[in-house]
């Protein structure tokens, strides 16, 4: 990591968030060169690829935990009502234009029922719920938003502000979710950039981004619309 930067805390700060892109590459790259296969492992990769970011990014998360400073308790009230107002967001499309539901993705009765859906079900929640906010935040605004400052990041404040910054991290957010959640997750990435600048904890963020998350899981198991996992 030290072609990245030269802070001693970079590897803690993008691990986490490497190693989930790389098996999600993974995963995509089985599905291609695999394509049409009958066997679910490879023409389904996600089945896999999901648990399996659930298992070793929140290993790494806890191999690494001590090396993050979030300050749990300053701003956290702040995190969940940004939280919530991002769920907003999100489902608009669908609750308020009339978009298409999106019933494709995820699908958590893939392996039928019994104990296969409990472990489905459970790791998926986890990751949606836990593992994908702390590594996101950590890497988007523990690390990006002040390496874009300066080098080591981890001498700049968090929360330190910089528009250059907070555009460029909203932008690349809402990019790492192209499609049909581009713009939400345009507007997403700017309200958790919002709540960087104005607690300065790193926990505020990952309790929006928990609270976002958790909020949509109850959301899309009410309505099955497995595509915004």
């Not at 959640?181 to 958790?192: M, N, S």
Request: glycine fraction near 10%.
């Amino acid at each position: 990591m030290s072609g990245i930067s030269a802070s001693p805390l970079a590897k803690a700060y993008l691990g986490p968030f490497l190693a989930f892109v790389g098996l999600l590459l993974l995963g995509e790259m089985v599905a291609h060169f695999g394509e049409g296969s009958a066997a679910w492992y490879i023409d389904e990769p996600k089945y896999w690829v999901f648990p399996l970011q659930t298992v070793v990014c929140g290993a790494l998360l806890v191999w690494w935990w001590k090396k993050y400073e979030f300050a749990w308790s300053r701003g956290w009230w702040l995190g969940i009502v940004a939280g919530v107002i991002a769920l907003g967001v999100w489902v608009a499309p669908q609750e308020c234009f009339g978009a298409e539901r999106r019933v494709g993705g995820f699908d958590l009765w893939f392996f039928g029922g019994g104990a296969a859906f409990k472990w489905n079900a459970a790791l998926r929640v986890i990751r949606l719920v836990i593992v994908v906010p702390l590594l996101e935040e950590i890497f988007w605004r523990g690390f990006l938003l002040r390496h874009l400052i300066q080098d080591p990041f981890d001498q700049v404040p968090l929360g330190a502000r910089s528009w250059r910054a907070f555009v460029w991290v909203a932008g690349l957010f809402a990019l790492a979710h192209w499609g049909p959640d581009f713009w939400p997750a345009l507007i997403t990435g700017a309200l958790y950039n919002a709540v960087a600048f104005t607690t300065r904890s790193l926990g505020a963020c990952v309790f929006a981004h928990a609270t976002t998350n958790l909020l949509l899981g109850i959301y899309l198991f009410r309505t099955q619309q497995w595509g915004f996992w």
